[in-house]
């Protein structure tokens, strides 16, 4: 019953539908008068909103005349017109919000609304798209409208020449997949110029299927990695280990349901309920535990044991036996004390992490000299880093050997493992499991273990998008999943009314008990169907199942067509076949998803397309997409879900009330329950998985905040680098900040600096800047704090002086520029590659009680400060060592034509630069030479010759020259920096 003041005022929902109808109106009365205008007017019509907004008119202003040109375009070019409905949900995107569509309500058209108006600013729309064929296809379906008003639309597409891709984000209009504008957002922040960017901005974006990008694949980070020089050969080592303990565990619980049988003929239920949870801990998908749990009394008795053992808190007896613990829900694999002693018979405790970090603070407590307090913490390092490596691998093999299987959550291809999106049922190349369990599934699987992988760049999907100004986006479920979009993107959710009534029928679950039973039903179902001429499209969790499904069709010579991630090629082809009459079409999860499934003649008469669901999802809304294929615009239509208690969700989120309509039921072979109790259940199970993931992708944020915030400040950096052409003033702040850095290091007093700590100052920053410090300290009380750091600053400022006139000020800023991004880029892949091993580290401090999110927030933002200070120091170092070889007048190492993302990150660039009067003849060098390492200090840009050295003649003096005296050979620099280098 509804509630009485949601009754009496209408839902919030209902209420955003009531306050678009006025501007819906408006637009629909402008339609006449648009219609009277020619093609060479409606194109005129978009100078003219530019020049109304150039004069200050805004945005809100112009839109309902923008929107009728839309309309009135697309009834032109595309033979289609916006229904109200469409213009309604037009303005929700143009508002920045959610809108809610059905399957067939013409998204893609609504779409052109908000695009066409915001585009008119000049700063650039992307519209979002889940694959590359969606992008072209709709770019170039919807290009035809916006042509006539004069507008430019484009879209991107994997390994897209520079200038392409450059004029693509110029254009008025882009399209594209969130991998593509995210990859070059990542790109473009690892470039040496601005000329090497393709990105102008993140201004407005509206995502299609966007609980698919948003929210499906937000879980997975986009990355740009490299290899590294890690060793794969533990992996292997392991590997054998870990077989044997798996092997060994599976004796056991086959002993356990051995015992449970034969106690449950005796009628002793306690201790058949152990054996059964003990074999439910140590493999939950054991073929035989799954033949007992076809008993609904089984599963109930289960399920009492566990409650009974964790009250007592002696849930540690039914784990002793076992090698490890699987427990699926939190889709881990832990070692138990008597694996641990398998797996290191002399020494268990080796795979033990104690807190280490009290024990370091120990030893600097101990009374011993401090070098042996230095080896014995290095040592204690030592260990726990092998030690939690070791671990690692191990749990990670177990997780692999437990919880992945093949044909499932991923495929084995041309030798490789190739991730199976878990939501698509698409392929990912490219992507690896992260944190070593892809190697792990590699050494499982017994194929090349490839080496792991180095972070260069990476950013997840949820910071992307907050980089926009204005965000939207348009799904046909997106409601179950409004308060995540409201809390991570600040987006609401409205759901539009479809413009023709739904007519399609849901019919309620079908529920057997064994898996057995349900795949011969559903096949049984598939026949009755294809027989009177209904086409079917039937949704799988995997790969796995759809092919199963089609093994036992073909016995029964159905004909029909597979689309998982196997076939995925012909995706579009399949699923647009799919209305035919009397086709049947199996496909994992949403694939084809974009795709319209339009009836051929004569299905209508049949009942529509009919749609069976295999098993339910996780999340409800991939259950609601499915069910969304059918019944589009009017169309009839029809669905069905069938479930076992085998399926997982049933398996592990499954209530008692399940278990108990069953028993009340007494079901028998073959026999099936439509029950609304059971599918409230199901719901229930859905959404605690909902809000489990949505607390992992909330996990996943929290973390990557808090690196947002320092690649912010990196990428800024960077930024203000490429974009200033003269950079002399942000030299010279660094150098103030590191001065300063070194000044708070020795906790000065404000008067009265002593010498002897001024000294070492002044050692420092000659070390620092290869010159002498020539600072003097007259009164023996010392100096206060304001006048030394005057003394330095002046003194700093002078001998950067001298350098700019040394390299010539024509160049010196180029020389900066190239020295500072080198140094940001090279201690900011050093900063991720110490950041990931932080976040693999930092779990592990649960175990000492630890929350792993503020250890990492606190190691985190101590490595930030080191970060900044080593950047700093590699500044001013590099600075004050550099000299320009005299074959090298005016480098141009900033322009790169082109920078390419490969499958391991791998970057190639060409610098160009001017040569001198000799040119240099010697080969190449396979790597960049950094400026600093060069043996003389040389300007060289990357990739290519080096110079030769310069050659010294000997002055023959009749005394010896000091140090710090003029070098005799008249070059006007001190000896020691000359030729007594």
Same mark, same amino acid.
């Given at each position: 019953m509804k509630n009485p003041i949601v009754k009496m005022f209408g839902s919030k929902n209902e209420r955003e539908l009531k306050s678009l109808m006025p501007l819906t109106r408006q637009i629909g009365s402008l339609e006449e008068e648009m219609k009277g205008l020619s093609d060479e007017q409606l194109r005129e019509k978009t100078d003219l909103f530019r020049e109304r907004l150039a004069q200050g008119e805004t945005l809100d202003d112009i839109l309902p005349e923008a929107f009728t040109l839309v309309r009135e375009a697309a009834r032109r070019t595309v033979d289609m017109r916006h229904f109200d409905v469409q213009i309604m949900g037009g303005i929700v995107l143009y508002q920045g919000k959610i809108t809610e569509m059905k399957t067939g309500e013409g998204k893609t058209l609504v779409a052109t609304l908000p695009l066409y108006l915001i585009a008119l600013e000049g700063k650039g729309a992307h519209l979002i798209t889940v694959n590359d064929y969606l992008a072209k296809r709709d770019a170039t379906w919807m290009g035809p409208i916006y042509e006539l008003l004069g507008l430019k639309v484009t879209y991107l597409y994997h390994d897209m020449p520079h200038d392409e891709r450059m004029?693509?984000?110029? #254009?008025?209009?882009?399209?594209?997949?969130?991998?593509?504008?995210?990859?070059?957002y990542l790109r473009d922040n690892m470039t040496d110029s601005i000329e090497g960017m393709v990105q102008r901005g993140h201004h407005y974006a509206i995502v299609d299927e966007v609980d698919s990008v948003l929210v499906d694949e937000a879980r997975t980070p986009l990355i740009i990695s490299g290899p590294t020089d890690s060793d794969t050969h533990l992996y292997a080592e392991v590997n054998p280990r870990i077989t044997n303990l798996v092997s060994r565990q599976k004796s056991i619980v086959n002993r356990y349901l051995k015992e449970a049988e034969t106690f449950l003929n005796e009628r002793n239920t306690e201790e058949a309920g152990k054996r059964l949870l003990q074999a439910e801990k140590g493999d939950p998908k054991n073929k035989r535990l799954l033949e007992f749990k076809e008993n609904p009394?089984?599963?109930?008795?289960?399920?009492?044991?566990?409650?009974?053992?964790?009250?007592?808190?002696?849930?540690?007896?039914?784990?002793?036996e076992l090698y490890f613990v699987i427990e699926e829900r939190g889709h881990s694999a832990t070692l138990t004390e008597q694996g641990r002693t398998a797996l290191s018979p002399s020494n268990p405790e080796k795979l033990i992490l104690h807190d280490y970090t009290d024990k370091m603070a120990q030893l600097d407590y101990a009374d011993l000299p401090k070098d042996e307090i230095f080896a014995q913490k290095e040592q204690l390092e030592k260990e726990y880093l092998e030690a939690s490596e070791k671990l690692h691998i191990m749990n990670q093999l177990l997780k692999a050997y437990s919880l992945y299987e093949q044909d499932v959550e991923y495929v084995i291809q041309d030798g490789k493992v190739v991730i199976v999106d878990e939501f698509t049922g698409r392929l990912m190349p490219g992507r690896r499991f992260g944190e070593g369990l892809h190697q792990a599934i590699e050494a499982k699987e017994g194929v090349t273990i490839q080496r792991d992988t180095q972070t260069l760049a990476t950013i997840t999907i949820q910071n992307y998008f907050r980089l926009y100004s204005r965000l939207a986006g348009m799904t046909g479920t997106a409601e179950t999943e409004?308060?995540?979009?409201?809390?991570?993107?600040?987006?609401?959710?409205?759901?539009?009314?479809?413009?023709?009534?739904?007519?399609?029928?849901?019919?309620?679950?079908?529920?057997?008990?064994?898996?057995?039973?349900?795949?011969? #039903?559903?096949?049984?179902?598939?026949?009755?169907?294809?027989?009177?001429?209904?086409?079917?499209?039937?949704?799988?969790?995997?790969?796995?199942?759809?092919?199963? !499904?089609?093994?036992?069709?073909?016995? $029964?010579?159905?004909?029909?067509?597979?689309?998982?991630?196997?076939?995925?090629? +012909?995706?579009?082809?399949?699923?647009a076949k799919a209305g035919?009459?009397?086709?049947?079409?199996?496909?994992?999860?949403?694939?084809?998803?974009?795709?319209?499934? +339009? !009836?051929?003649?004569?299905?209508?008469?049949?009942?529509?397309?009919?749609?069976?669901?295999?098993? /339910?999802?996780?999340?409800? %809304?991939?259950?609601?997409?499915?069910?969304?294929?059918?019944? %589009?615009?009017?169309?009839?239509?029809?669905? $069905?879900?069938?479930?076992? !208690?085998?399926d997982d969700l049933m398996r592990l989120f499954g209530s008692a009330k399940i278990s108990n309509v069953m028993l009340r039921m007494g079901m028998e072979e073959d026999q099936n329950i439509d029950s609304s109790l059971v599918s409230k259940a199901i719901s229930s199970a859905q959404k605690k998985v909902e809000n489990r993931n949505f607390e992992i992708r909330k996990h996943l944020l929290e973390y990557d905040n808090v690196m947002n915030d320092q690649r912010s400040y990196i990428y800024g950096k960077r930024m203000d680098l490429l974009r200033h052409e003269d950079i002399g003033k942000e030299i010279e702040e660094t150098i103030t900040d590191l001065i300063e850095s070194?000044?708070?290091?020795?906790?000065?007093?404000?008067?009265?600096?002593?010498?002897?700590?001024?000294?070492?100052?002044?050692?420092?920053?000659?070390?620092?800047?290869? %010159?002498?410090?020539?600072?003097?300290?007259?009164?023996?009380?010392?100096?206060?704090?304001?006048?030394?750091?005057?003394q330095l600053s002046s003194w700093t400022n002078s001998a950067l002086a001298d350098k700019h006139a040394e390299l010539g000020e024509d160049i010196a800023s180029h020389v900066?520029?190239?020295?500072?991004?080198?140094?940001?880029?090279? $201690?900011?892949?050093?900063?991720?590659?110490?950041?990931?091993?932080? $976040?693999?580290?930092?779990?592990?401090? #649960?175990?000492?009680?630890?929350?792993?999110?503020?250890?990492?927030?606190?190691?985190?933002?101590?490595?930030?400060?080191?970060?900044?200070?080593?950047?700093n120091t590699d500044i001013v170092s590099n600075l004050f060592?550099? /000299?320009?070889?005299?074959?090298?007048?005016?480098?141009?190492?900033?322009?790169?034509?082109?920078?390419?993302?490969?499958?391991?990150?791998?970057?190639?660039?060409?610098?160009?630069?001017?040569?001198?009067?000799?040119?240099?003849?010697?080969?190449?060098?396979?790597?960049?030479?950094?400026?600093?390492?060069?043996?003389?200090?040389?300007?060289?840009?990357?990739?290519?010759?080096?110079?030769?050295? %310069?050659?010294?003649?000997?002055?023959?003096?009749?005394?010896?020259?000091?140090?710090?005296?003029?070098?005799?050979c008249g070059s006007g620099k001190k000896y020691k920096y000359c030729c007594g280098s």
């Open positions: 004029a693509a984000y110029d #254009a008025d209009i882009t399209y594209g997949t969130n991998n593509e504008f995210g990859f070059d009394e089984n599963i109930k008795l289960i399920q009492k044991t566990e409650f009974l053992y964790n009250q007592s808190k002696s849930i540690s007896q039914i784990e002793e409004a308060e995540e979009f409201l809390k991570i993107y600040n987006l609401e959710v409205i759901v539009i009314p479809t413009n023709e009534p739904v007519i399609r029928t849901d019919h309620t679950d079908r529920i057997y008990r064994t898996g057995k039973e349900k795949w011969k #039903a559903i096949a049984d179902e598939i026949e009755e169907c294809s027989q009177k001429g209904q086409p079917v499209l039937v949704g799988t969790i995997s790969v796995e199942k759809s092919e199963l !499904l089609a093994k036992i069709l073909k016995r $029964r010579k159905i004909s029909h067509e597979v689309l998982n991630a196997r076939y995925h090629e +012909k995706e579009a082809q399949i699923i035919e009459q009397g086709a049947v079409t199996i496909a994992t999860n949403m694939a084809g998803r974009g795709t319209d499934i +339009k !009836l051929s003649e004569g299905v209508i008469e049949h009942g529509g397309l009919h749609i069976i669901g295999t098993e /339910r999802h996780e999340a409800r %809304r991939i259950d609601n997409q499915l069910r969304g294929r059918s019944g %589009r615009q009017g169309d009839p239509g029809s669905s $069905r879900f069938y479930l076992s !208690l085998e070194k000044l708070e290091e020795y906790e000065l007093p404000r008067s009265g600096i002593s010498p002897s700590v001024a000294q070492d100052i002044f050692i420092w920053l000659s070390e620092l800047t290869r %010159r002498d410090v020539e600072i003097d300290i007259e009164s023996e009380e010392g100096i206060s704090y304001d006048d030394f750091s005057k900066e520029r190239f020295l500072a991004l080198q140094s940001i880029d090279k $201690r900011w892949k050093e900063q991720l590659y110490e950041m990931d091993g932080l $976040r693999e580290g930092v779990g592990y401090q #649960a175990y000492a009680q630890k929350d792993p999110l503020i250890e990492y927030k606190f190691q985190s933002f101590n490595l930030f400060k080191d970060l900044i200070k080593n950047i060592r550099v /000299r320009i070889a005299p074959t090298v007048r005016k480098p141009s190492i900033w322009r790169i034509n082109r920078v390419q993302h490969k499958e391991y990150g791998q970057f190639s660039s060409r610098e160009g630069f001017e040569e001198g009067p000799s040119a240099v003849q010697e080969a190449a060098p396979s790597t960049a030479t950094a400026l600093a390492d060069h043996p003389d200090g040389y300007m060289q840009p990357a990739g290519y010759p080096l110079p030769q050295k %310069r050659e010294r003649h000997q002055i023959v003096t009749s005394k010896k020259v000091g140090r710090n005296e003029p070098c005799p």
